[in-house]
Nanobody, 121 residues
Framework: QVELVESGGGLVQPGGSLRLSCGASGVMSSINAMGWYRQCPGKQRELVAYITTGGRIHYADSVKGRFTISRDGAKNTVVLQMKSLKPEDTAVYYC???????????????WGQGTQVTVSS
């Protein structure tokens, strides 16, 4: 029903910036939010940020003030602009289509393939 494709990962030095993009295609019915997750080796996947159709945005405490999530006018792409990157930001980043109401985000089974972000000197 929904296909998500991430791009923009790579290697960057500490303090640098990186821009991730996620393109969505297919039927988007009942979906009102898109989110970015990340997963480090040996750790559980964690929610980084999400944005709703109405423009409500949420960030994990670990990335507040450094990351910015946004969508284009057609609401079929989502961007994660990452600044002041730290080594602990190193992970595989995944795009997800989900549902959101005030105070929560619920992921669906629609995920991108993931894109690797490595922060190192």
């Amino acid at each position: 029903q929904v296909e998500l494709v991430e791009s923009g990962g790579g290697l960057v030095q500490p303090g640098g910036s990186l821009r991730l993009s996620c393109g969505a295609s297919g039927v988007m019915s009942s979906i009102n939010a898109m989110g970015w997750y990340r997963q480090c080796p040996g750790k559980q996947r964690e929610l980084v940020a999400y944005i709703t159709t109405g423009g409500r945005i949420h960030y994990a405490d670990s990335v507040k003030g450094r990351f910015t999530i946004s969508r284009d006018g057609a609401k079929n792409t989502v961007v994660l602009q990452m600044k002041s990157l730290k080594p602990e930001d190193t992970a595989v980043y995944y795009c997800n289509a989900g549902y959101s109401n005030v105070g929560y985000y619920s992921p669906t089974g629609y995920w991108g393939q993931g894109t690797q972000v490595t922060v190192s000197s």
